[in-house]
């Protein structure tokens, strides 16, 4: 793979704990404290208006920091399998959904029969 030079970023409180973001309505505390689950952002941004609401929202637990994560290698993934297996369990999937509208349609087509046999036994009386 080619040489990467990428900067991440990353907001740290002052006692070490790293932000997550929750989403609307989440649960749990917003502070972690391994940087596995932390909110990773790819421009500053995002990261510093997060510093400046927690700054200004919460001045008591003091002014969190913006932690540049610079990433230097690189390694690609070998999805292979795993895309051969979505892709086979969406063709039985789709082959399974086929089969059911073709019965479906069977299935109406006889009603339809029934009913136009009613209808003219009916009427030939």
Not at 72 to 101: F, I, P, S, Y
């Amino acid at each position: 793979m080619n040489k990467v030079n990428l900067k991440l970023y990353a907001v740290r409180n002052q006692e070490g704990k790293w932000f997550r973001a929750k989403g609307y309505g989440g649960y749990g505390s917003s502070w972690v404290d391994d940087i596995e689950s932390a909110k990773i952002y790819a421009k500053p941004s995002g990261a510093r208006g997060r510093v400046t609401w927690w700054a200004t929202n919460y001045p008591k637990y003091g002014i969190p920091e913006l932690v540049e994560l610079t990433v230097t290698k690189a390694v690609a993934l070998d999805e292979t399998d795993r895309v051969k297996g979505v892709k086979r369990q969406k063709e039985v999937a789709q082959a399974n959904w086929e089969a059911r509208q073709s019965k479906h349609k069977l299935e109406q087509a006889q009603r339809d029969l029934k009913r136009a046999e009613a209808q003219l036994k009916k009427l030939q009386q």
